[in-house]
Structures are given as C-alpha cells and as structure tokens.
C-alpha cells in the first residue's frame, strides 16, 4: 500500500554513516524516543501470583497445551507456550511435517506446502516473544534494520552476507538492499530490468508493471526498492534452508507470507500480476513438463512478464544449456516471447495470442485446461499440467496505473451481484471509518506498518489506508464472495484463506488486524473453527501493543469484550455507525507487550 518514497541504503563504503546511524537509532531506543514503551509485564514460569519490585506479573500459566473437545479456557486466563515455541507455525511445523514424509512427494517438494495438524494436535496457548524482544523498529528505518533479538538467526547473515542480503551490526541486522543477483543493489538490478523490457527508453512502470509476484523473495529487498515506484508486490518463499527469509522480510515491514510452488496452485486468483519474478529462486521450472511453469501462466496477466534471473539464462557448464534449451521449448509452446536476455537474466511476455495456443494444442506441444469456474477460489486446488485460456471478459477491461488503478469497479463483481453504486458507497465508508479508527487507537501514523484485512470485501479499508505508511494483506475468506481478481484489478494484493486454519506467516507479523463481521460468518462452523481458535489465530500474529478492530453482531462482540482480558488483550467498546447509518459495536483490543521470565 502507501509508504513513504525511500531511497537507497547507505552505501558499504560509508561506514561512518553506518555507525553514526546505528548510536542514533540505539540511543533512541533506550531514550524511549524512536519506539515508545519496550517495558514488557512478565508471565512467570513458577510463580504466577508473586511480583518483584516494578514488575507486573499475570496468573497466566506457562505450560505446553493442546487444542482439547470440548474447549475449556482456564480460569487464570490462556496458558502460554513455553518459550521455545516463540515462532510456532502450525501448519508449517516441521515436528509434524516430519511423520508425514512417508506419504508426500519429496519429488516435487510438497513437504513446503501448508500442512495443517488435526485439532487436537495444534497447540492450544499463546505463542510467547523470544528473549530479549523488543517492539520493531518503525518504518522506513525498519527497511534497512530490524532488532537482531527479534528474528535471532545467524545463519542466513553467515551464507548470504557476501551477496548483501543482511549483516549484523551490533544489536542490529542490517539490509544492505541486495541479492544473489543484483549484491550491489536492488535499485540498479530495477532499473535494468526496465531497460530490458522497453528497450532501454523507460522503467518497470513505463513497461506497465504495477503488481508484482516475487517467488523465493529472500528477504524481500527487492520488493522494497520497488515501493518508490509505487509497484506493489506480493513476496513470498517457503520455510526451507534459507531459514526465516520470510520473517526477516515481514520485520522489516515488507509485504510477505509463506508459500510454495509445489502439487497446488498459489491461493492468488488468475490474471493478476503484471510480472513474476525468480531471482535464485530455487524452483525447477523445467521439471514435470513445466507444471510450475503453467502455474506461472495462470496468475500473469495478458502482456505480463515472466523475469527469470538464474543460471541457465547465462552459464553453459554443467547441465545449464539442458535447462534452458526445456525452458525456451515450454515457454514457446506457451506461446510467450523472449524479449530479452542479458546480464545474468531473461526477460519472456506473455503474449495475447490465443490462435498460437489452439494451434499449439493441435500439434500436442500444450494442454489446453478445460473451462474453470473463474469465481472458485484457488485454494487446495491441484496444479493443472495445462494452460488455461483467458475469458472474454478477463481480458476486456484495461486497467489505468496506480494510483488511478484503485477506483477501479471490475466487471466481475456485477457477475456476483455487488453494484457499482454498493462499490463506491463501501469506498466511502471505509474512507470515513479509517479516520475513526485513528482516534480511537491514539495512534500516529508510523506506529502502524503491518495490517491485515480478514474479511476484505472489496478491499475498500486498504483503499483507505493507501495516503499512508501501511501495506495491508486483504483476504477473502474462501467461503465468502470471491472478490480477490477485483481487489488485484484495483492494483491492491490479497490472497484466499479460510479461517478455520492458521494463516501461513509467522508470529508476531501485524501491527492491525481487522475483523469486519468475520466471526459471525464462521459462528455456524461448529467445534474446528471455534471463535476462541480465530482469536488464538490473530493472537499468534500480531505484534506485541498491537490493534485488533473486530466490528460483528452484539453478542459476539460482548463475548469477546469478556474472553478478551484471558488472551492477555485491553479492550474497550466503542459505537460507530455502519453502512445503514445504524449504530454498531466496535471492539479495540491492544495485545498487551508480555514476556516470560
């Protein structure tokens, strides 16, 4: 979403710059000045009731619990996990991925792909802070350093220090802004790739890049240099060998969630980026008939471009030349076009050409996917080894840049029965209800860098928040409308959930969640998507002194004003008018900063 236009990272050279940066930044720290109150309040392992001088202690008890039928929350409130689940990922959890290896294909790498325990063996407690955490830098500071306490792991710093992905400094990583292939810089790499795609007379946006998909994003460096473009990109890796690339990338206020290309299509709707980017991605484009390759196809819009900046767009030792002479067979049976290959990279569109892909299906070089249900969400869906060919009315609506993108009414949503006028009048009411929103919270702008919408509708909160230094994750829930391919065509990211299951991203990821009637929508989905494990879910996630804004039906609110203190949350009641101009309750809970001792 909005942010503010950031320029480089200081320069390697310039190592007073660096230093004089780094006693500022921790000098304000202890000051209080940068980040406001860091003084956590303590659950005590041994002795809940006791308190030493100056600290506050709470009666939760620390003790490893699982998701029990029926459910029962303790009178002492929510147990607390002990501290060495500090980055629990329930559905990306490598005690229990490993049972289930006998019967996944380690082949395709399905071990990445979200694999969510049964009930009663998720965990059932609050997911604790590792020692030593401290509330995150603000943005923009946060996208060139991050608390090392905060994402203590060396090992990535260790293997890609010389590539510029990220350096200690002290107490402090520090994010230099390169990769495995532009180690120099993010900017420079940028402005290439739009030399390469215009011919060298403009950049990305010139070339009409404006939503970007970038698989195997490191640390999301990339991403964040294309912010000063206003280029909105969703970043995602799985949680392999490059260990906590994803969490580095959310610390620093960087779109991005957990994901893999494996056995299923992305929970991200067809025809919806304008570029997919692979720099060093470590995804085998040429294996199993180029599946992940049509994959690829799926979610590029008309016109779009696949950048693939790996060693078979440029060495010719090993079985490099192998590779690229697959990639360039699948890539034109696909019907795309290579306009570029220089520097390390290759650069392919996507062309409109739909006779060149029925003639390709008539000689056997591709598989055309029969015809899909444009509105079912792609969730749990199997990968097609085939190529989907785009509909009239995909392909009909030209969409302007950003920011004009964001007015956008898509022909979709007729299609499922939301008016133009019901889309402009939801524009306007989120527009009216964020200024609200601030008020209540107390908050000043920079407090807030990471936001998630639970139930996004047509994305109108994110439109709302675009003037300011916040990116917001949109979900569409894959139970409700399906209006994600109307969110993308606004020139907004999002991606489809259901919220019965963990969300695959790590703790501690948001500063703001918000739940517009999203409980009431699940209340009738019995005991595995319990109100008490939704609100468990947005525990795990969000930030320490972070927001949750739940707006529903009376009763549920007054039932999660009352369970709210047991999750170790403030709340406080509020009324504001609703659509019909009615009165509706609105819940502000603030997740208490709490540490184990």
């Known amino acids: 979403m909005g942010g503010y236009k950031l320029g480089s990272a200081f320069d390697l050279k310039s190592g007073r710059a660096i230093m004089v940066g780094l006693l500022l930044m921790v000098g304000s720290f202890y000051l209080g000045t940068l980040f406001g109150g860091n003084a956590p309040i303590y659950v005590s392992r041994t002795f809940p009731n006791s308190s030493s001088s100056g600290t506050t202690t709470f009666v939760n008890k620390v003790t490893l619990t699982y998701r029990k039928t029926p459910l029962v929350i303790p009178e002492s409130g929510m147990n607390v996990c002990p501290i060495t689940f500090n980055e629990y990922i329930p559905c990306h959890d490598p005690s229990y991925v490993k049972k289930l290896l006998p019967s996944l294909d380690l082949s395709r790498k399905e071990e990445l792909e979200r694999h969510c325990p049964p009930l009663e063996k998720r965990l059932f407690c609050l997911v604790p802070p590792p020692k030593d955490y401290k509330i995150p830098i603000r943005w923009p500071t946060s996208r060139d350093y991050v608390w090392q306490s905060n994402v203590n792991h060396t090992r990535l710093a260790e293997v890609k220090g010389g590539q510029n992905w990220v350096h200690e400094r002290g107490q402090l990583w520090w994010f230099p802004g390169g990769g495995t292939h532009f180690k120099h810089g993010a900017p420079e790499y940028i402005q290439r790739l739009g030399n390469m795609m215009t011919n060298e007379t403009g950049n990305l946006r010139s070339a009409g890049v404006f939503q970007v998909l970038d698989v195997g994003c490191g640390v999301a460096s990339f991403s964040a240099f294309l912010l000063p473009l206003d280029i909105q990109t969703m970043s995602f890796a799985p949680k392999d060998g490059h260990e906590n690339q994803i969490q580095f990338a959310l610390e620093r206020g960087i779109g991005a969630m957990i994901s893999a290309l494996s056995t299923k299509q992305l929970p991200y709707?067809?025809?919806?980026?304008?570029?997919?980017?692979?720099?060093?991605?470590?995804?085998?484009?040429?294996?199993?008939?180029?599946?992940?390759?049509?994959?690829?196809?799926?979610v590029l819009r008309p016109n779009g471009y696949f950048v693939y900046s790996a060693p078979p767009a440029y060495r010719k030792d090993k079985d490099y030349p192998l590779i690229w002479d697959k990639l360039v067979n699948l890539t034109t049976a696909m019907c795309w076009k290579l306009i570029a290959r220089k520097i390390q990279t290759a650069i392919w569109i996507k062309e409109e050409n739909q006779s060149c892909l029925l003639h390709n299906a008539d000689l056997k070089r591709i598989d055309v996917c029969d015809a899909v249900d444009e509105f079912k969400p792609s969730w749990n869906t199997p990968l097609g080894n085939c190529v989907q060919i785009s509909s009239a009315q995909t392909n009909s609506q030209k969409l302007p840049p950003r920011p004009e993108r964001l007015s956008v009414y898509s022909e979709s949503l007729s299609r499922i029965g939301i008016t133009q006028e019901e889309f402009t009048t939801d524009t306007s009411f989120w527009q009216d209800q964020v200024r609200h929103y601030w008020q209540l919270m107390n908050v000043n702008e920079t407090e807030i860098r990471n936001a998630m919408d639970m139930n996004a509708y047509c994305s109108g909160f994110a439109v709302a928040l675009n003037s300011l230094p916040v990116w917001v994750m949109n979900i569409v829930p894959i139970s409700m409308k399906n209006t994600l391919s109307a969110i993308y065509n606004r020139g907004i990211l999002g991606a489809f959930h259901d919220w019965c299951e963990p969300f695959s991203t790590y703790p501690r990821t948001y500063d703001l969640l918000h739940a517009n009637h999203l409980f009431s929508h699940y209340k009738n989905r019995g005991e595995v998507c319990s109100l008490e494990d939704i609100m468990l879910e947005m525990d795990r996630i969000i930030r320490p002194q972070g927001f949750i804004i739940i707006r529903d039906e009376k009763s549920l609110i007054t039932r999660i004003r009352d369970l709210a203190p047991k999750f170790l949350w403030d709340v406080e009641l509020h009324s504001l008018e609703n659509r019909e101009k009615k009165m509706e309750s609105v819940l502000i809970c603030r997740k208490k900063f709490w540490a184990i001792v």
Not at 269 to 276: A, K, Q, Y
Not at 281 to 286: G, P
């Open 269 to 298: 709707p067809s025809s919806s980026f304008e570029m997919v980017h692979c720099s060093r991605c470590r995804v085998d484009w040429h294996a199993n008939d180029g599946i992940l390759l049509k994959e690829v196809d799926r």
